[in-house]
């Protein structure tokens, strides 16, 4: 089985820029991604990447953030640049341990808040 740890959330000011990480240990990973949750609302994908370096990007975020994986740490990253009000949110770190499977593998999530 999988565990995910995330890292790196904090306060902000709107426009600055923070770096999630997310250590995985116990099993394949075939793919991973960050998702987000603000209050009052559901739980959305933020950026996905597979196992061969694709990545795909929310349309809120597009061109203001970046993920990668590190095959040898078994670690992924957000690298989250000009941040706004509205990105506040936890950030959740998921995984999918299987190629057919879905992103079923959860962190305990790190609190990103940008203040305007």
């Known amino acids: 089985q999988v565990q995910l740890v995330e890292s790196g959330g904090g306060l902000v000011q709107a426009g600055g820029s923070l770096r999630l990480s997310c250590a995985a240990s116990?099993?394949?990973?075939?793919?991973l991604a960050w998702y987000r949750q603000a209050p009052g609302k559901q739980r959305e994908s933020v950026a996905t990447i597979t196992s061969g370096g694709s990545a795909m990007y929310a349309d809120s975020v597009k061109g203001r953030f970046t993920i990668s994986r590190d095959n040898a740490k078994n670690t992924v990253y957000l690298q989250m640049d000009s941040l706004k009000f509205e990105d506040t949110a936890v950030y959740y770190c998921a995984a999918k341990t299987r190629i057919a499977g879905t992103f079923s593998k959860w962190g305990q999530g790190t609190q990103v808040t940008v203040s305007s």
């Open positions: 116990g099993g394949i990973l075939y793919a």
